[in-house]
């Protein structure tokens, strides 16, 4: 009583040939640590490739341009910024729904829980900035200042991972939900800190076609392809609007809803009046049969949150594709010996290394002791120093905001100084948790 059935391979879907092939690839694009794998074989290509003898085809190949042209509309970008501008924009939307969960039913809920991290945030943002200005203020490189600011979670996770059961579960939440905290800080980073020219015509439509997306949730339309098109219209303005475009699938990520639009006891309704036909009832006719299960589809499909839905879908694609290709045409670049001593290089290497972990740890040591926080069960200070060098792992949002900020030679060292720095804050995070945590069994003992 009270269990679920067994399922058998009558009540599932039926194999073929390629699932062989295919499940495996499922299995592993599900494992959150495997992204980070990709994205560092992703690294390494791009870095040979741009110091072998393809260098520069391998470089002039994202200088490629291409777009749209109807009629009188063109829109036109090098591959790099199409990739930088729209396929990021869906990385951006994942963050925006990661981001909602986290708020509406996660960590972020409850401002108890959510202090510490907040707070390890905030310090993991300032002081790196204030690291970086310390050596580039005053000094053609000093835009960059939001560089070091930010954390890859793919990594960071990935090193989790590799460290296995010996990491409680507080450390696990907390290093997460700051990593949230933290890209929350680095799209306010993106959308005030790197927009000089505002197009105020654009920005207003672009608020229009937002409305507009609110009014067809209000309005109960359900279609998805109808909010795509809206979404890439939001996309369109924001991007002419001077705004990074990205900010656009922030936005859309955050006004996507939480909630199902079938209840599970109205899906059981429409799948329990289905099952009477397929159950020795005679269909009426193939039409009608086609619009039963039309209807259990559909209503299957809608009986997920539409950001869950999505954050489930896209996690692979953004992982697996999106990150990887957007590394391949970011951190392509020339490395000398003499490259690691440039002054902006080192300016953001020294912010991941030791901006992340001081502004981490001394923010979260002050919210405890003023009693606005407190450690998760199991974690200690130790291991909260491991997970701020962790943090320093700054990749893809740092090449993201690096991009922004800086262009040319000083570009060039900005990329060196965050693999550099994130290099380094790798493998001393997790040389510092592998000493501060114990095995499960001898944690037992």
């Known amino acids: 009583m009270g269990k679920h059935p067994v399922s058998s391979d009558e009540h599932a879907l039926p194999k073929e040939k390629i699932d062989k092939v295919i499940d495996p690839i499922i299995r592993f694009m599900h494992i959150e640590s495997a992204s980070g794998v990709v994205l560092v074989a992703a690294t390494v290509i791009a870095i040979v490739l741009a110091n072998s003898g393809f260098a520069d085809a391998f470089l002039g190949l994202w200088k490629t341009y291409g777009g749209i042209v109807i009629g009188e509309f063109t829109l036109k970008m090098s591959l790099q910024h ?28 409850d401002m108890r829980r959510a202090s510490l991290p907040i707070f390890a945030a905030i310090g993991g ?58 890209d929350i800080g680095a799209i306010l980073v993106i959308a005030i800190g790197y927009t000089e020219n505002l197009n105020l015509a654009s920005l207003l439509w672009g608020a229009v076609f937002i409305g507009v997306f609110l009014g067809m949730m209000k309005l109960g339309i359900k279609n998805v392809a109808v909010y795509t098109v809206v979404a890439l219209i939001v996309w369109y303005f924001v991007y002419k609007s001077g705004i990074h475009a990205t900010i656009a699938g922030v936005i859309i990520g955050l006004l996507t809803p939480t909630s199902k639009w079938v209840s599970d006891n109205r899906l059981a309704g429409i799948v329990q009046s289905t099952l009477g036909w397929i159950r020795g009832e005679e269909w009426e006719s193939s039409e009608q049969r086609y619009h039963m299960l039309r209807q259990v589809e559909r209503a299957s499909r809608k009986a997920i949150s539409p950001l869950q839905r999505f954050e489930t879908d896209l996690h692979p694609w953004v992982s697996y594709f999106i990150m990887p290709v957007f590394a391949l045409a970011n951190a392509g670049v020339a490395i000398q010996l003499s490259s690691f001593a440039d002054p902006v290089a080192v300016a953001v290497a020294l912010g991941l290394l030791i901006g992340k972990p001081v502004g981490i740890v001394l923010l979260s040591f002050i919210a405890v002791k003023i009693g606005l926080a ?12 491991g997970g701020g060098f962790l943090a320093g792992i700054g990749f893809t949002m740092a090449l993201f905001i690096a991009g922004l900020a800086l262009e040319g030679i000083m570009l060039d060292a900005a990329k060196i100084g965050i693999i550099a720095g994130s290099f380094v804050s790798a493998i001393i995070g997790a040389v510092i948790l592998l000493m501060s945590t114990k095995k499960p069994e001898e944690a037992a003992g």
Request: hydrophobic share 60%; charged share 15%; proline share 6%.
């Open 82 to 109: 199409w990739i930088n501008d729209l396929l990021m924009a869906v990385f951006f939307f994942v963050i925006g729904l990661e981001v909602k969960r986290e708020i509406v039913s996660g960590e972020l809920s």
């Open 374 to 385: 407190r450690l998760p069960e199991g974690v200690t200070w130790s291991m909260v120093v």
């Open 125 to 182: 943002m300032v002081v790196p900035a204030a690291v970086y200005l310390f050596f580039q203020a005053g000094e053609p490189g000093a835009d960059g200042w939001g560089i070091p600011m930010a954390t890859d979670i793919a990594f960071v996770v990935g090193v989790i991972a590799l460290l296995g059961p010996r990491i409680p579960r507080g450390l696990r939440v907390l290093l997460l939900s700051l990593a949230i905290a933290d």
